[in-house]
């Protein structure tokens, strides 16, 4: 079975320009998650996505982060403009559960490779 | 709200050694817990994963972990470390929207 799937792996893009990360998840899995990682830190929760809504972007900066899940399926982040602070590792994950589900939810959480992003 | 605190930033361990690190959580409820591992350059791993019953977890490459719900603990274990478990381990709980992380422990190996 295959995982889940990014790209691409790696970006280097001068400040104030636009920039994509692309991620398809586990086949069949409902919930699909972004992460924020920097370096020596932990991730850190983004957006998730239950089918095709987000039901949970608090921590996602609306001023220049956007998101969409089109068919519940893959998933684009986009930065538009980047600035400098932006260097991480941006993290895809997914779950066959949804999380928001009144029935048991195990927490298991599936992640892609990342893609390390560069503002130059 | 849930917190993960992870008290080593780096350890060094020798080859064959035994390893522990620790892992300490804050959350309201009976906790669902994780270790997840991360190589350099990769994405992050399931060790093992607690949600009831034996406190003693066992997991993949020889780790396991321990829940101690007095201490608020769920540290890692291995009997005997191998170079190729050098890496980047993270302590996670499961809270009302998702894993939160803590900010990991650097393993370092040497021979």
């Known amino acids: 079975e295959a995982g889940v799937v990014q790209s691409p792996r790696y970006k280097i893009i001068e400040k104030k320009q636009p920039v994509a990360f692309w991620c398809n998840p586990i086949s069949g899995h409902n919930t699909l998650y972004w992460y924020l990682q920097n370096l020596g830190q932990g991730p850190e929760l983004l957006i998730r996505y239950e089918n095709e809504e987000a039901v949970d972007d608090s921590q996602l900066p609306k001023d220049r982060f956007s998101a969409e899940r089109l068919k519940g399926v893959d998933s684009t982040l986009k930065i538009q403009p980047a600035e400098l602070g932006d260097s991480a590792v941006y993290l895809c994950?997914?779950?066959?559960?949804?999380?928001?589900?009144?029935?048991?939810?195990?927490?298991?959480?599936?992640f892609g490779e990342g893609s390390r992003l560069t503002v130059l | 709200a849930q917190s993960v605190t992870q008290p080593d930033i780096h350890i060094t361990v020798s080859e064959g050694a035994s390893l522990e690190l620790r892992c300490n959580y804050s959350y309201g409820a009976t906790p669902y817990l994780f270790w997840y591992v991360q190589s350099p350059g990769q994405g992050l791993q399931l060790l093992l994963k607690y949600f009831s019953g034996d406190t003693l977890v066992q997991g993949i490459k020889g780790f396991e972990a321990e829940f101690k719900r007095s201490q608020s603990s769920f540290n890692l274990r291995k009997p005997s470390v191998h170079w190729s478990d050098a890496a980047e381990y993270f302590c996670a709980v499961k809270g009302y929207s998702t894993l939160t992380f803590g900010k990991g422990t650097m393993l370092l190996v040497s021979p």
């Open positions: 994950a997914s779950s066959l559960e949804l999380w928001s589900s009144a029935s048991p939810n195990t927490g298991e959480l599936f």
